[in-house]
């Protein structure tokens, strides 16, 4: 018996030597187990639920990875959700590795950080990666690597399609749910699909487009050995083919966000100790190393300043990077030939100036105190230069690949009409005695989402129709494709309890109690554990209840502005049970508690303080020490000079920012109306600041005002919006016949016929790429204003066997005056491209102007935010 145990025992141990490690560098490996067990120490308070899962059933792949999961991820993970879920994560990347051919030609370390991580960016996580595991595997169990990644393109296609939204990011499978996303939401759901079946991928980015108010994102592959690009959900024929090519050889930045300790040597951006962010630029555009030398008031190298590297966008100085110098006080950034306003800080102090990268190799910034004696500045803002697109296909059967477009937006769509349609909806909303066209609204708006909204009806009217719309109201567009019903009758049911006992003004109850959204965190069902656990506090009074409210965080919850470097919040269970937060998910926890014991509280809209509501006035509260304990404010009247034709617009044209530690932040006016129609003074902090305006031209240069003032306590002052002349010097950039014959309903008519008011507007579209898609939205906000116009708006769409999907999906809404028509045998567009020199460099959506004669006043392609303005602009001249 002896000798049996002891053959059994050496059989185990053999078994444990025997099998694969996960992480094979001993070093990498120690270094990954001090990190777990930091870690284990840090989330003790959900231990269970996190780490149980680490047992003698798992392999030694399995444990070192699932360690490597845990010692990189971020507080929110750690925070929402269990072993379970990350087993699951872990089991499913090995079992993809070990089904495909290329899971055997795939490095070590490209697994371990572009394969296994289960977290794309800032989206909300679930069990995608099984779910398109068994819906791919066999449909590319016999391809190469690079077919194989095609292919996933061409279904994610299939089940995706482009639309704007708000930046929350939804988990890929409420994007499938709906079939939309946007970019940030189509990227996360192409990665994802990648890594399900063990392709190495990742998210890149450009923070901001140099040329154009937006950004975006797409993917990248490893294949052959090296970092591919394609569009997300945009499939191609080939890699390295994409709409956005133009525009990325004209950026300032890209980026991709590595998790966990990445060893490849790549120029860093933004390091923490689970992540690294690395800079992919020269991949895309010609580069330049620019350095910052930030020195003292007795020119000597300041260490630890920071430095933000601004580009202008949405009227405003978007820090691409934001840098720390080294001790000899230098700081670079790696970027493109463009325009850049550097702002270096340390404490109170800072100095800033506009930059060429072109004329700069090291620029030198000596920190002074504030000065309020600096009133304006003009800052020509030039973007790189336009540069000309190869396509990259070798030889490839464009006719497949355009029938396999077509065939996967005739899946997609037809799924899509499958959706719950009105009569139905009033159907069903009768019985519970609902207003039809409520629950219309709002059904029809949670699109793939349909029947949990209805779920949500059939258990919420059996509690009370009272606010069961009023919730709806609160929630966003987004979050009523994506939350499940039982989410929302636990705000509703919770709610009603504490109305019940309360005496509340309906609309304060609807807006600062019932309300589930507080930022942009993730809804989850927090309120019934949050009021079981904090009930006692809603017998005291409010003032009291807070002041329980507020002591219990301080003493409870640690500050860790470190390691939820994905920058998406923890949920509010999340907080209470991890006891370990950062300030943004802290001050989200605040407002969710309050609310779910009956206080109404909100974060301060511009400011983003948490507050709660006493006797009809909003409190402060600061969980860090304060000069004073409530703020002091003055107040800003904003006009407009009376001499630009354009309506200013926050975000668009302008933007304010508040001094705070050295450096200016933009104030989230975006919902304020008071900004939009300037006829009632702001209320604002008392402070300095800064107001920016920018007019943008046609080939994406901005010419700026950055005017700087002060508010004071209980003072009102008066800022003039002034927008730069931007207008293109007046030119004539070719000529077309006007006699070239288009078609409308079938019908043949010359170009002359449809040139009113002495101009038409000419556009080639295409069909589900986002340009076109954002141009057709500026189209339709702009709609009024280019009906008072009344010329024509000619759309001619580039695949025309996709015209008539085109405008189911994208007439409504646009302006009166456009048609769509058909350029016989691209006659027209070829003249257009003849007399324009486009053969070599042209992208969509493209727009031209043409008055009479037929010259080619204004011409605008390719990707930028702001075409519908600039359109409208130069007709109404």
């Given at each position: 018996m002896k000798r049996l145990v002891f053959i059994i025992f050496l059989l185990s141990v053999s078994y444990i030597y025997c099998q694969k490690h996960f992480l094979t560098d001993a070093k990498y490996r120690a270094k990954v187990e001090r990190k777990f067990e930091a870690r284990k120490?840090?989330?003790?308070?959900?231990?269970?639920?996190?780490?149980?899962?680490?047992?003698?059933?798992?392999?030694?792949?399995?444990?070192?990875?699932?360690?490597?999961?845990?010692?990189?991820?971020?507080?929110?993970?750690?925070?929402?959700?269990?072993?379970?879920?990350?087993?699951?994560?872990?089991?499913?990347?090995?079992?993809?590795?070990?089904?495909?051919?290329?899971g055997k030609i795939i490095p070590e370390t490209v697994f371990r950080h572009f394969v296994l991580p289960y977290r794309v960016n800032n989206e909300n996580l679930d069990t995608a990666r099984i779910f398109f595991f068994n819906e791919l595997k066999d449909r590319i169990k016999n391809l190469s690597l690079k077919e194989a990644?095609?292919?996933?393109?061409?279904?994610?296609?299939?089940?995706?399609?482009?639309?704007?939204?708000?930046?929350?990011?939804?988990?890929?499978?409420?994007?499938?749910?709906?079939?939309?996303?946007?970019?940030?939401?189509?990227?996360?759901?192409?990665?994802?699909?990648?890594?399900?079946?063990?392709?190495?991928?990742?998210?890149?980015?450009?923070?901001?487009?140099?040329?154009?108010?937006?950004?975006?994102?797409?993917?990248?592959?490893?294949?052959?050995?090296?970092?591919?690009?394609?569009?997300?959900?945009?499939?191609?024929?080939?890699?390295?083919?994409?709409?956005?090519?133009?525009?990325?050889?004209?950026?300032?930045?890209?980026?991709?966000?590595?998790?966990?300790?990445?060893?490849?040597?790549?120029?860093?951006?933004?390091?923490?100790?689970?992540?690294?962010?690395?800079?992919?630029?020269?991949?895309?555009?010609?580069?330049?190393?620019?350095?910052?030398?930030?020195l003292d008031s007795n020119s000597k190298p300041v260490e630890g300043a920071r430095v933000d590297f601004g580009l202008y966008n949405y009227a405003e100085f978007y820090p691409l990077a934001s840098k720390l110098t080294t001790k000899d006080g230098l700081a670079y950034l790696t970027t493109g030939y463009g325009t850049l306003v550097i702002w270096a800080s340390r404490n109170s102090e800072y100095a800033y100036k506009k930059i060429t990268v072109a004329d700069t190799d090291t620029l030198k910034l000596k920190l002074v105190k504030y000065d309020s004696k600096i009133k304006t500045l003009e800052y020509d803002l030039i973007p790189p230069v336009e540069k000309p697109v190869t396509n990259s296909a070798a030889q490839v059967d464009r006719q497949k690949h355009n029938d396999k477009v077509k065939a996967a937006n005739d899946v997609r769509e037809k799924y899509r009409a499958s959706f719950i349609d009105s009569n139905s909806v009033f159907n069903f909303a009768d019985p519970y005695k609902l207003s039809r066209e409520l629950a219309w609204k709002y059904i029809r708006l949670s699109e793939g989402n349909y029947r949990e909204i209805m779920r949500y009806y059939e258990s919420a009217c059996t509690e009370s129709h009272s606010y069961v719309h009023g919730l709806l109201s609160q929630i966003s567009e987004k979050d009523l494709r994506d939350t499940k019903a039982s989410i929302l009758f636990d705000h509703l049911y919770t709610a009603l309890i504490l109305q019940r006992s309360r005496n509340v003004d309906k609309d304060i109850f609807i807006?600062?109690?019932?309300?589930?959204?507080?930022?942009?965190?993730?809804?989850?069902?927090?309120?019934?554990?949050?009021?079981?656990?904090?009930?006692?506090?809603?017998?005291?009074?409010?003032?009291?209840?807070?002041?329980?409210?507020?002591?219990?965080?301080?003493?409870?919850?640690?500050?860790?502005?470190?390691?939820?470097?994905?920058?998406?919040?923890?949920?509010?269970?999340?907080?209470?049970?991890?006891?370990?937060?950062?300030?943004?998910?802290?001050?989200?926890?605040?407002?969710?508690?309050?609310?779910?014991?009956?206080?109404?509280?909100?974060?301060?809209?511009?400011?983003?303080?948490?507050?709660?509501?006493?006797?009809?006035?909003?409190?402060?509260?600061?969980?860090?020490?304060?000069?004073?304990?409530?703020?002091?404010?003055?107040?800003?009247?904003?006009?407009?000079?009376?001499?630009?034709?354009?309506?200013?617009?926050?975000?668009?044209?302008?933007t304010i920012g508040k001094l705070e530690n050295g450096a200016f932040k933009t104030i989230d006016f975006d919902t304020e109306p008071l900004l939009s129609s300037f006829k009632e003074p702001v209320k604002l902090e008392a402070g300095h600041y800064r107001l920016i305006t920018g007019n943008r031209r046609s080939d994406g240069a901005v010419f700026s005002n950055v005017t700087f003032f002060d508010i004071q306590n209980g003072k009102t002052i008066e800022e003039v919006i002034s927008l730069r002349d931007a207008d293109n010097a007046n030119q004539v950039l070719g000529k077309i016949d006007t006699g070239t014959k288009i078609e409308k309903n079938n019908i043949s008519s010359d170009l002359l016929k449809y040139i009113k008011r002495d101009l038409v507007i000419l556009g080639w579209?295409?069909?589900?790429?986002?340009?076109?898609?954002?141009?057709?939205?500026?189209?339709?906000?702009?709609?009024?204003?280019?009906?008072?116009?009344?010329?024509?708006?000619?759309?001619?769409?580039?695949?025309?066997?996709?015209?008539?999907?085109?405008?189911?999906?994208?007439?409504?809404?646009?302006?009166?005056?456009?048609?769509?028509?058909?350029?016989?045998?691209?006659?027209?567009?070829?003249?257009?491209?003849?007399?324009?020199?486009?053969?070599?460099?042209?992208?969509?959506?493209?727009?031209?102007?043409?008055n009479k004669k037929g010259e080619i006043v204004f011409t605008s392609q390719g990707y930028k935010i702001g075409t519908g303005e600039l359109l409208l602009k130069n007709v109404l001249k």
């Amino acid at each position: 018996m002896k000798r049996l145990v002891f053959i059994i025992f050496l059989l185990s141990v053999s078994y444990i030597y025997c099998q694969k490690h996960f992480l094979t560098d001993a070093k990498y490996r120690a270094k990954v187990e001090r990190k777990f067990e930091a870690r284990k120490a840090e989330a003790k308070s959900r231990a269970d639920k996190l780490f149980k899962v680490i047992n003698s059933s798992l392999t030694v792949e399995e444990t070192e990875a699932l360690k490597f999961l845990y010692a990189y991820m971020p507080l929110c993970d750690l925070a929402d959700y269990d072993g379970d879920f990350f087993l699951k994560q872990v089991r499913y990347a090995l079992k993809a590795r070990d089904t495909f051919s290329w899971g055997k030609i795939i490095p070590e370390t490209v697994f371990r950080h572009f394969v296994l991580p289960y977290r794309v960016n800032n989206e909300n996580l679930d069990t995608a990666r099984i779910f398109f595991f068994n819906e791919l595997k066999d449909r590319i169990k016999n391809l190469s690597l690079k077919e194989a990644a095609l292919e996933v393109n061409y279904w994610c296609l299939e089940r995706v399609t482009y639309r704007g939204a708000d930046d929350r990011t939804s988990a890929p499978l409420a994007t499938l749910r709906t079939a939309l996303g946007r970019c940030g939401e189509e990227s996360t759901f192409t990665v994802t699909a990648m890594r399900a079946v063990g392709i190495p991928a990742r998210q890149v980015y450009t923070p901001r487009w140099a040329h154009s108010d937006d950004n975006h994102a797409w993917v990248e592959i490893w294949v052959d050995g090296k970092w591919q690009y394609m569009g997300a959900c945009e499939p191609e024929p080939d890699l390295n083919i994409g709409w956005f090519t133009g525009p990325s050889k004209r950026a300032m930045l890209i980026h991709t966000k590595v998790f966990g300790d990445y060893p490849e040597k790549a120029e860093i951006v933004n390091k923490g100790e689970n992540y690294s962010e690395i800079n992919v630029l020269p991949n895309y555009a010609d580069t330049k190393k620019i350095y910052i030398k930030v020195l003292d008031s007795n020119s000597k190298p300041v260490e630890g300043a920071r430095v933000d590297f601004g580009l202008y966008n949405y009227a405003e100085f978007y820090p691409l990077a934001s840098k720390l110098t080294t001790k000899d006080g230098l700081a670079y950034l790696t970027t493109g030939y463009g325009t850049l306003v550097i702002w270096a800080s340390r404490n109170s102090e800072y100095a800033y100036k506009k930059i060429t990268v072109a004329d700069t190799d090291t620029l030198k910034l000596k920190l002074v105190k504030y000065d309020s004696k600096i009133k304006t500045l003009e800052y020509d803002l030039i973007p790189p230069v336009e540069k000309p697109v190869t396509n990259s296909a070798a030889q490839v059967d464009r006719q497949k690949h355009n029938d396999k477009v077509k065939a996967a937006n005739d899946v997609r769509e037809k799924y899509r009409a499958s959706f719950i349609d009105s009569n139905s909806v009033f159907n069903f909303a009768d019985p519970y005695k609902l207003s039809r066209e409520l629950a219309w609204k709002y059904i029809r708006l949670s699109e793939g989402n349909y029947r949990e909204i209805m779920r949500y009806y059939e258990s919420a009217c059996t509690e009370s129709h009272s606010y069961v719309h009023g919730l709806l109201s609160q929630i966003s567009e987004k979050d009523l494709r994506d939350t499940k019903a039982s989410i929302l009758f636990d705000h509703l049911y919770t709610a009603l309890i504490l109305q019940r006992s309360r005496n509340v003004d309906k609309d304060i109850f609807i807006n600062y109690i019932l309300n589930p959204r507080i930022r942009n965190e993730n809804l989850i069902a927090y309120r019934d554990t949050l009021f079981s656990a904090f009930k006692p506090l809603t017998s005291l009074n409010q003032k009291d209840a807070v002041a329980r409210v507020t002591e219990w965080i301080k003493k409870n919850i640690k500050i860790n502005e470190k390691e939820n470097y994905y920058n998406l919040p923890l949920s509010p269970v999340g907080v209470y049970e991890l006891k370990v937060s950062n300030k943004e998910s802290r001050d989200i926890f605040f407002v969710a508690l309050c609310r779910s014991i009956g206080i109404p509280s909100r974060l301060e809209p511009k400011y983003k303080t948490p507050q709660y509501l006493l006797d009809n006035q909003w409190y402060n509260v600061y969980f860090e020490k304060q000069t004073q304990v409530q703020p002091e404010y003055g107040y800003l009247v904003l006009k407009g000079d009376g001499k630009s034709k354009i309506d200013p617009k926050y975000y668009t044209h302008f933007t304010i920012g508040k001094l705070e530690n050295g450096a200016f932040k933009t104030i989230d006016f975006d919902t304020e109306p008071l900004l939009s129609s300037f006829k009632e003074p702001v209320k604002l902090e008392a402070g300095h600041y800064r107001l920016i305006t920018g007019n943008r031209r046609s080939d994406g240069a901005v010419f700026s005002n950055v005017t700087f003032f002060d508010i004071q306590n209980g003072k009102t002052i008066e800022e003039v919006i002034s927008l730069r002349d931007a207008d293109n010097a007046n030119q004539v950039l070719g000529k077309i016949d006007t006699g070239t014959k288009i078609e409308k309903n079938n019908i043949s008519s010359d170009l002359l016929k449809y040139i009113k008011r002495d101009l038409v507007i000419l556009g080639w579209v295409e069909p589900s790429k986002e340009p076109t898609r954002h141009s057709i939205v500026e189209l339709k906000e702009l709609n009024k204003r280019f009906e008072e116009w009344g010329g024509s708006i000619l759309l001619f769409v580039t695949k025309e066997n996709e015209t008539d999907l085109f405008i189911k999906n994208n007439g409504e809404g646009l302006p009166a005056n456009v048609s769509f028509v058909k350029d016989p045998k691209g006659a027209l567009l070829n003249s257009v491209i003849d007399q324009l020199a486009l053969k070599n460099n042209l992208s969509y959506p493209l727009f031209v102007i043409i008055n009479k004669k037929g010259e080619i006043v204004f011409t605008s392609q390719g990707y930028k935010i702001g075409t519908g303005e600039l359109l409208l602009k130069n007709v109404l001249k």
